[in-house]
Structure formats: structure tokens, C-alpha cells
T-cell receptor, first 112, second 111 residues
């Protein structure tokens, strides 16, 4: 059974700091890994998707890496802003038609 | 192009009641998956519908059931509601193995 763990559970940083969120998974037989953002009480916004054959993906100030063999992914956020405050969720897809297994998320607070 | 639409956005039910949640998929998508997200937790897969049939199911009791209509829209039904069913219910639509799209969710409170 696939298990996804996210560390840390919560993180508070001053504005402008670079930060790294971590995600680990127990079964390396994944099709892809996706990072989502969730604002309080809202739905999920997809940030980055990394296919199993890829090592990283970038979008603006966000960079996600994937090491499938070790079961790890990181989300790097550069020059953090208060608007980045949200919960960040990592999810793996085994390739079974978008049946995702999620971690519990990291609650990020960026202080002005 | 409309994304995934879920209704209602919020509702409150009493223990023992039944509830129906609705989801309209993104245009072009034919598969609908439902997730339950309890407070402070990540979403958990409930089940998935394709071609009007349940194709995959997570570890949820039979009180949770669903339906998919010919236009690909879907319903999630929960019978005999428990306090522990209080959660955000998320719908995601997809096509094949492509990346899916999530709706904004329905917040269910059971009192």
C-alpha cells in the first residue's frame, strides 16, 4: 500500500526566504507525482506535475524535483511572498487513471 | 471552458440522514473520481466512475455509493450519516491517464 509523508507539517518563514518542502513515498512504482496548493476551505490547485521519467519541473518561482528510486520529491519556493501562504499537498499517481494518494500536506505561513 | 463544478458548496445534515453531492466534469473529461478530505488531513480516494460504472474503490464502507450519468456528471451518496463523515468532498475529472482537474469541493457538516 502506497504511503505518502510530508515534512514538515507546518512551516513559518519571513517574506523573501527560499524554502523547501519535502515529500516521500513508499512505493517507487509511480506514473507521476503532483504538487498542489490548497487555500483554507478551498479546492486543489495543481502547481507542478512530474512524470516518472523526469527529474524536475519548474514554473515561475517554483521548482519540483523527483528521485523515484529513493521515493522522494521536493518543492522549492524561491523568494517567498505572503500570498504563498497555503497548504501544499503532494500526491502520487500509480498510473491507474488518476487515482491519487496524498500526503497530509505542509501548512506554509509567509510573514510580511 | 468551465472546469469542474460541484454542488452544493456547503450543507449541514443530521446524523442518520442521507446526502447527495453532485459533480459536473470538465468538458472533454469522461472519468470522475471522488475524494474525502477530513480537517487537517490529505484527500482520500473514495471511488472512481467511468462509462457509468464504478471502476475503482478506496477503503470506504458501502454507505458511500455513487452514480455516473450518460453526460459524465456524477453523484456521491452517503447514507446513515455519521459525525465522522463531516469533511470536504472533492471531485476530480480526467481523461485517460492525463492530469485531472479538481473542483472546489462541497463542505459537509454532520451534526
Amino acid at each position: 500500500k502506497q504511503e505518502v509523508t510530508q515534512i514538515p507539517a507546518a512551516l513559518s518563514v519571513p517574506e523573501g526566504e527560499n524554502l523547501v518542502l519535502n515529500c516521500s513515498f513508499t512505493d517507487s512504482a509511480i506514473y507521476n507525482l503532483q504538487w498542489f496548493r490548497q487555500d483554507p476551505g478551498k479546492g486543489l490547485t495543481s502547481l507542478l506535475l512530474i512524470q516518472s521519467s523526469q527529474r524536475e519541473q519548474t514554473s515561475g518561482r517554483l521548482n519540483a524535483s523527483l528521485d523515484k528510486s529513493s521515493g522522494r520529491s521536493t518543492l522549492y519556493i524561491a523568494a517567498s511572498q505572503p500570498g504563498d501562504s497555503a497548504t501544499y499537498l503532494c500526491a502520487v499517481d500509480p498510473g491507474s487513471n488518476y487515482k491519487l494518494t496524498f500526503g497530509k500536506g505542509t501548512l506554509l505561513t509567509v510573514n510580511p | 471552458d468551465a472546469g469542474v463544478t460541484q454542488s452544493p458548496t456547503h450543507l449541514i445534515k443530521t446524523r442518520g440522514q442521507q446526502v447527495t453531492l453532485r459533480c459536473s466534469p470538465k468538458s472533454g473529461h469522461d472519468t470522475v473520481s471522488w475524494y474525502q478530505q477530513a480537517l487537517g488531513q490529505g484527500p482520500q480516494f473514495i471511488f472512481q466512475y467511468y462509462e457509468e460504472e464504478e471502476r475503482q474503490r478506496g477503503n470506504f464502507p458501502d454507505r458511500f455509493s455513487g452514480h455516473q450519468f450518460p453526460n459524465y456528471s456524477s453523484e456521491l451518496n452517503v447514507n446513515a450519516l455519521l459525525l465522522g463523515d463531516s469533511a470536504l468532498y472533492l471531485c476530480a475529472s480526467s481523461l485517460g491517464r492525463d492530469k485531472g482537474t479538481f473542483g472546489s469541493g462541497t463542505r459537509l457538516t454532520v451534526v
